[in-house]
């Protein structure tokens, strides 16, 4: 008896040494080991680099040129965003064109990554608002993207190129359509018109059915972010109130949380801003120029949905700055298990001439660490580099 | 069939395309230390099969080692490559099948000295872990098939051990409940 009770000791030992061994292997995806991020080549092109995290060095992955039909030169640098599929087999790399072109198209393109599958590229004319879009994170289910056309939703299987249209029978506002943190599901917004509240909810991948999650009246301030947890049960804003800035989380519409940021002075204002897995806290980059100066400073800013204090990492100082809208080319991003935050200075380098060369870099900035160790991959910046205005 | 390999590991192994052989140009179903597991529980379950180790104390013990070998490694505690990775991946195969057997066979540990047997089943794995890089580093089309049929081979008899032993304590749980039953409902023992 004594035997068979240490045989089947042993043995269950075995099973859960097994058991964790699997559990541990499907988690070890590639999704926190690299990041993508746009990057300068030697001619003053933006593309999309990959930093791989574990080997440190960086890759660049996609360089699109657009010459004119008169010229010989390439055309202003286009807004870039890249991402990974959620198989870690493919980046989508999404060009909206250079800022001052009021194009409405987009060019997709699906880079194979550590595999031998065709490059699909799709260029898509007529969206609504193609600029607007490439403010916001792209909007990937699985291995389909979402796009808003003309008074239509457009879905297209990234790796088989197989598009649906579904066209939108309800009156009112064009709708925004917004990520969800763990990719399973498509936020929209629709403005205000007359009446009419701002209506935050959840479109359905399949049906494209609109769920209404929530109406916005709060008088959101210029320069705000707006984020939300996976469900969108919770959305977080920011409000001016009697001077001070104060974040709002709204649970159903109803104000369930604020918190003061600051008394007002000066300009701030955020470039984007992500809910952490568990959240307890929000992750923003802003942008701050205090009163009567003309610099500004970029960074992180860790807001605690409790009392604990705020925490700002500054990333870069003494920025030479003229428009508040430039944090919006400041915008972070999470690691999966919300221990590292990422962001990249390279549109800011385009639209400020005089931004110091070590200013220009991929931001790695471990929240962890209690000191929140900062790891600057340089990007390189070239002598002459197309410019952009914001 | 490659495809139906994939999916079917795809179940337990995250197959991280940056972690796994390719060979032929073409990936394995699972990652670099699953390789290790799965090709290792197939040498494994031959040379049980074959050499009938016997099983020391020693034995055990040696066994025991190799899965607690894993944890630095898999939970990157230290930092390792990819043939580190395999040869993890087969050490702790070892100690899985040696102990998954043990409810499943009628003999207890022995404190014995080791037998021949014993020597040549570990011979038996120190030659895997000679032939494995050899095998990796070759590559070809002739190597993936072997690796995919010994993955998958190790797969199906580390499940055959699992449900075996979940099957043996369900019995052994039911036989100390049934003498209770039978005082409950008569009465007498």
């Not at chain 1, 359509?177 to 509240?197: K, M």
């Not at chain 1, 701030?268 to 929000?282: E, N, Q, R």
């Not at chain 1, 990007?379 to 002459?384: A, Y």
Request: aromatic content about 10%; glycine content about 8%; some cysteine.
């Amino acid at each position: 008896m004594k035997t068979a009770a240490r045989n089947s000791t042993l043995a269950l030992i075995g099973l859960a040494g097994l058991t964790i061994y699997i559990l541990a292997c499907t988690s070890f995806s590639p999704d926190d080991s690299k990041v993508t991020y746009p990057a300068f080549d030697e001619n003053g092109q933006v593309g999309i680099a990959v930093y791989d995290r574990s080997e440190r060095n960086t890759q660049m992955l996609y360089l699109p040129a657009t010459f004119a039909a008169d010229g010989t030169n390439a055309s202003g640098p286009e807004l870039l965003r890249a991402q990974f599929l959620p198989d870690g087999r493919h980046i989508a790399v999404f060009s909206f064109g250079s800022p001052e072109d009021s194009g409405t198209s987009v060019r997709i393109a699906v880079l194979p990554w550590a595999t031998r599958t065709a490059t699909r590229i799709f260029e898509i004319p007529e969206l609504s608002d193609s600029s607007a879009a490439a403010l916001i994170s792209p909007v990937i289910v699985g291995h389909r993207a979402f796009l808003m056309g003309s008074n239509q939703v457009l879905r297209l299987d990234l790796l088989t190129g197989r598009l649906h249209r579904h066209h939108l029978t309800e009156p009112g506002p064009e709708l925004s359509l917004y990520p969800s943190p763990r990719g399973n599901t498509v936020f929209f917004i629709q403005e205000a018109q007359n009446d009419q509240p701002v209506r935050f909810g959840t479109m359905d991948p399949e049906s494209f059915k609109q769920t209404t999650l929530m109406t916005i009246t709060n008088d959101v301030m210029e320069g705000s972010f707006f984020t939300y947890n996976n469900t969108g049960s919770q959305v977080a804003l920011v409000v001016k109130a009697d001077e001070e800035r104060r974040l709002v989380v709204l649970e159903k519409g109803i104000p369930r949380f604020t918190r003061t940021l600051d008394r007002g002075e000066g300009k701030l204002t955020f470039g984007s801003a992500v809910l952490s897995p568990k959240s307890d806290f929000i992750l923003a980059s802003f942008q701050r120029t205090p009163a009567g100066a003309t610099n500004a400073s970029f960074g992180l800013m860790e807001i605690p949905l409790s009392t604990e204090p705020i925490r700002e990492t500054l990333l870069i100082t003494s920025a030479p700055s003229g428009d508040e809208m430039e944090s919006f080319y400041f915008q972070p991003a999470l690691s999966h298990d919300g221990k590292t935050a990422a962001v990249a200075s390279t549109y800011l380098a385009l639209g400020l001439e005089n931004l110091k060369a070590e200013d220009c870099a991929l931001f790695l900035v471990d929240l962890s660490d209690r000191k929140r160790k900062v790891t600057r991959v340089p990007i390189p910046m070239p002598k002459e580099r197309n410019r952009i205005s914001f | 069939m490659m495809e139906s390999l994939h999916e079917l590991f795809g179940f337990v192994c995250g197959q991280n395309p940056d972690r796994t052989w390719w060979l032929a140009g073409v990936p394995l179903p699972f990652c670099q230390r699953c390789t290790g597991l799965y090709t290792g529980a197939a040498t494994a379950f031959i040379l049980h099969l074959v050499l009938r180790p016997i099983l020391t104390n020693r034995f055990l013990k040696v066994h025991g080692a190799f899965l607690v070998f894993m944890a630095p490694f898999g939970f990157h505690w230290v930092t390792h490559g990819p043939m580190i990775r395999t040869i993890t991946g087969v050490l702790f195969a070892f100690g899985l099948v040696a102990f998954l057997r043990l409810p499943l066979l009628a003999q207890a540990p022995v404190a014995g000295p080791a037998t021949q047997a014993n020597t040549r089943f570990y011979m038996g794995l120190a030659l895997l872990l000679i032939l494995l890089p050899i095998g990796i580093q070759g590559g070809g089309g002739f190597m993936a098939f072997v690796f995919c049929f010994a993955g998958l081979l190790g797969f199906c008899y580390l499940l055959f051990l699992c449900v075996a032993n979940i099957f043996a304590w369900s019995a052994a749980a039911w036989r100390r409940l049934s003498p209770m039953r039978r005082v409950t409902n008569d009465g007498q023992a």
